[in-house]
């Protein structure tokens, strides 16, 4: 089980669009539609931005949106604020009650 | 408003167990819906899924540390608990709670929606 691969670095200017990508195989990405995508300040909790490949909790702007094409899931953040500089890991459900996580990713806002 | 707080100690030798617990307040563990598990994230490298528990003692776990996890529950006291065997430097790391939603009525699911702000647990003698 190998953790989806993610690039390690995007950055936009402030409200440019970015697009963060988590490619997986078939026995996880490409298999379920349940990937999540979570936000991370270092030393603070991570928080959930997207659910079930392209859902949004109560509470996170839609500037956050989330697909999936094949094996890759993708995130995208539009209209990129100072706030979003953080790190994002995607998830994947795996089969069997498993998961697995992404690299991550560290968004810098120029 | 439910939170997560991890708790346990910072340092353990090589070779020995990591116990970790995991208490929530503003809300109950007894969720029908919820498992509840834990991630972990090494120096500089990303999250990895340990395992989880639902309030009924059913779990499920990372094939690649099964061997060496032990999760468990106790709903008296509104936490849970994670064991790791064996220890080694390669086991250091900040380690999460987090609230787990695999399956809802009939609806599946696998997401992480609340969680802890971690503790960082070192291996070293």
């Known amino acids: 089980q190998s953790a989806l691969t993610q690039p390690r670095s995007v950055s936009g200017s402030p409200g440019q669009s970015v697009t963060i990508s988590c490619t997986g195989t078939?026995?996880?990405?490409?298999?379920?539609?349940?990937v999540s995508w979570y936000q991370h300040h270092p030393g603070e909790a991570p928080k959930l931005m997207i659910y079930?490949?392209?859902k949004r909790p109560s509470g996170v702007p839609d500037r956050f949106s989330g697909s999936k094409s094949g094996n890759t899931a993708s995130l995208t953040i539009s209209g990129l604020q100072t706030e979003d500089e953080a790190d994002y890991y995607c998830?994947?459900?795996?089969?069997?009650?498993?998961?697995?996580f992404g690299t991550g990713t560290k968004v810098t806002v120029l | 408003q439910l939170q997560l707080q991890e708790s346990g100690p910072g340092l353990v030798k090589p070779s020995e167990t990591l116990s970790l617990t995991c208490t929530i307040s503003?809300?109950?563990?007894?969720?029908?819906?919820?498992?509840w598990g834990w991630i972990r994230q090494p120096p500089g490298k990303g999250l990895e899924w340990i395992g989880s528990i639902h309030y009924s003692g059913s779990t499920y776990d990372n094939p690649s540390l099964k061997s060496r996890v032990t999760i468990s529950i106790d709903t008296s006291k509104n936490q849970f608990s994670l064991k790791l065997t064996s220890v080694t430097a390669a086991d250091t790391a900040v380690y999460y709670c987090?609230?787990?939603?695999?399956?809802?009525?009939?609806?599946?699911?696998?997401?992480?929606?609340?969680w802890g702000r971690g503790t960082l647990v070192t291996v070293s003698s």
């Open positions: 998830c994947s459900y795996a089969g069997r009650y498993t998961g697995v």
């Open positions: 079930d490949v392209s």
């Open positions: 078939s026995s996880d990405v490409g298999g379920y539609n349940y």
């Open positions: 503003g809300g109950s563990i007894n969720s029908g819906d919820y498992y």
């Open positions: 987090a609230r787990h939603l695999i399956v809802a009525t009939i609806t599946w699911h696998w997401y992480f929606d609340l």
